[in-house]
């Protein structure tokens, strides 16, 4: 993506998936519903729910699949990001808005039987 492309707001219906290539500095940010967002070549998955965001944090295409549907805000890197400042504040808004470990919330789910029927 572009620095010079807008910020778009993106729909998916239930079990439908969207590809974000070469994603880099990618702010993804989950307005309503359930997504699995995973990256070609990193183990790690994340699922992020309303209100959650996760910041594409290296190369790769990224994959998002909606649950049950979902919408969701991209913010290209470079591009202003709403609630964003820099400093200390800045900082601490930024670790508020990083999901926790996605390896301990795969093993969570597989443990609860490898559902997301809380999405």
């Known amino acids: 993506m572009s620095s010079l492309t807008p910020t778009r707001c993106v729909s998916l219906e239930g079990h439908a998936s969207t590809i974000l290539g070469e994603a880099a500095g990618t702010l993804i940010t989950c ?31 990224v994959v998002m699949t909606a649950h049950h549907g979902a919408r969701l805000h991209i913010h290209p890197c470079g591009q ?24 301990w919330q795969s093993a969570a789910r597989r443990l609860a039987g490898g559902s997301m029927h809380e999405c």
């Open 31 to 61: 307005i309503s519903g359930c997504v699995w967002v995973t990256r070609y070549g990193d183990p790690r998955d994340v699922i992020l729910h309303a209100g959650s965001s996760f910041e594409v944090d290296g190369p790769g295409t």
């Open 80 to 103: 202003p990001r709403p609630g964003t400042s820099g400093g200390l504040a800045g900082f601490l808004r930024g670790l508020l808005r990083k999901p926790f470990r996605p390896r």
